[in-house]
């Protein structure tokens, strides 16, 4: 079987990935802050938000990884600061940092959100966001104005994630490694009722709209599917994994 890393692998969609990848037969190396699940061959405890921890991590990694589930997030209620180590810059510090243990036709698969749909509007900051660092980041969030008010740096990071996705389609070709994204909808996990809390009364809106919310079981599988061989010229594109929620916003748009 394939060797995969998934972070965020004790809770929701990660936990549900890390248990479909290892019934498929995967060796799933499972990254959380804490330990919370069956299904991992091996457990590493990371706190993702920190640069000194994700550099140990990467050392202690094997070589021979077939895959990278970029999973772990925090939802809109943290703190920005917080939110954009985790679901932005760590995660980008985490890949980079593992590209030489991957082994070549490996596939990565970041968890962006439905939340991150609009990332055309926010090209300018994106760009800037390519120099962010842990660092520079108070300075970043007061620059651009994606505070944690209204949810804004929870959609900043999603878009920002896509529009990397999307930017990095090819950056790894010469070895045959793609990355790609998943972007849920609303999914009944542990982090819902935080959206909603954000959201307030627009995501009282999509429940309206919605026949059923999103489950893990929803989402595994379409990252096990980028995951696989059989998705070798599917590369740096976004899949939105969301019962048609994308579709209706760009519907009525136009
Ligand atoms: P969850 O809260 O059930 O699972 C997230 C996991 O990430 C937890 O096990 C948590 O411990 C881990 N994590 C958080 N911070 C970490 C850190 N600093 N270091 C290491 N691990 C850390 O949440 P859920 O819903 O399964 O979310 C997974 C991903 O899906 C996230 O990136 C989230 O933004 C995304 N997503 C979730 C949606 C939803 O409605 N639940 C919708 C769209 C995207």
Redesign the pocket.
């Known amino acids: 079987g394939k060797r995969i890393v998934v972070?965020?692998s004790?809770?929701?969609?990660?936990l549900e990935t890390a248990r479909f990848l290892s019934e498929q037969g995967a060796e799933v190396l499972g990254?959380?802050?804490?330990k919370n699940f069956d299904y991992v061959e091996e457990f590493y405890r990371?706190?993702?938000?920190d640069p000194r921890t994700i550099d140990v991590l990467l050392d202690v990694l094997p070589n021979d990884i077939d895959g990278l589930v970029n999973?772990?997030?925090?939802p809109p209620t943290k703190d920005a600061n917080i939110l954009l180590r985790?679901?932005l810059i760590g995660l980008k510090r985490l890949t980079y940092g593992l590209i030489p243990k991957l082994a070549d036709g490996a596939s990565i698969v970041n968890?962006a959100?439905?939340?991150g749909h609009d990332w055309p509007n926010s090209v300018d900051a994106i760009k800037a966001a390519d120099d962010l660092d842990f660092g520079n980041l108070d300075a970043f969030i007061a620059r651009w104005k994606v505070s944690s008010e209204g949810g804004r740096s929870y959609f900043f990071a999603k878009e920002a994630l896509i529009a990397w996705t999307l930017r990095n389609r090819w950056t790894w070709r010469n070895r045959g490694i793609r990355m790609n994204s998943v972007s849920?909808?609303?999914?009944d996990?542990?982090?819902?009722g935080d959206?909603l809390q954000t959201l307030g009364a627009r995501a009282e809106e999509d429940r309206k709209i919605m026949d059923r919310p999103g489950t893990?079981q929803d989402i595994a599988p379409v990252i096990a599917f980028l995951l696989s061989d059989m998705t070798t010229w599917i590369r740096g594109t976004n899949i939105p994994t969301d019962g048609g929620m994308h579709s209706n916003i760009l519907c009525s748009m136009h």
Do not use: C
């Not at 990371?46 to 938000?49: G, H, V």
């Open positions: 972070t965020g004790s809770s929701g969609i990660g990254v959380d802050m804490t990371a706190d993702l938000s999973n772990a997030g925090v985790v679901n968890v959100s439905l939340a849920p909808g609303p999914v996990t542990p982090i819902l959206f893990p």
